[in-house]
Each structure stands twice: as C-alpha cells, then as structure tokens.
C-alpha cells in the first residue's frame, strides 16, 4: 500500500502502509477511512498552514465530525501524510492561517 494524490498546489502526496498503521493505532476510528484521507488531501473544503511546515487540509463531509489530514510537501514533485484525525472542534483548526478555500 502506497496511494499518491495530488495536492491543491499540484504536489504528488504519498501515504504509506507505514503512515496508515501509525494513523489506525493512534486514531482507530480512521479504521476503514484510508481512501477519505487521500481523498481529504486531493479536494478538501479547506487547507491551513500548519505550525512546522505541514500543511492541515480539511474535509466537513462526514459531520458532525471533520476529518484534518496533516501533510508535508517536501517539494513540488515529492509530499508525504504525516497523520490524520476527526475533530469537532473546528475551531482550533481554523484560528491558523488559511493557505487556500474551496471556491463557494
């Protein structure tokens, strides 16, 4: 298991078997959501910088919760998920800076 989407800044991003078991240990209720996360990464609602260089795209479609996808663009042909997890507190998400909106 290695899936690539591309990024909103065109960047290919990979998420690893690696990735994805740190991800289902630490948050086993992303069990079952593997592609929602690719698909979080390849057209959120929003993106946000995140605080050390990684980038927090965000998807409301399985509300109440939403689902936040941290990944790194280590360059413009090469990015990598570094973790993912539902919230429903959107706040603390969107207090940092907003890096791109889904055109309303």
């Known amino acids: 298991m290695n899936d690539r989407v ?3 800044n065109g960047v290919p991003i990979r998420l690893t078997s690696e990735r994805w078991m ?3 240990e630490h948050h086993d209720d992303l069990a ?5 996360v690719l698909e979080t990464v390849r057209d959120p609602d929003a993106v946000y ?3 050390a260089g990684e980038l927090l795209a965000l998807s409301s ?3 109440p919760r ?3 996808v941290a ?3 280590l360059s413009r042909t090469d990015g990598f ?3 993912a997890f539902f919230t429903t507190r959107l706040r603390q998400i969107e207090r940092r800076r907003l890096a791109w909106k889904r055109p309303s």
């Open 6 to 8: 591309v990024s909103i």
């Open 22 to 24: 740190h991800i289902v």
């Open 32 to 36: 079952g959501h593997y592609h929602d």
């Open 49 to 51: 910088d995140g605080d």
């Open 61 to 63: 479609r399985y509300a």
């Open 66 to 68: 939403s689902l936040v």
């Open 71 to 73: 990944y790194r663009e």
């Open 81 to 83: 998920v570094i973790t």
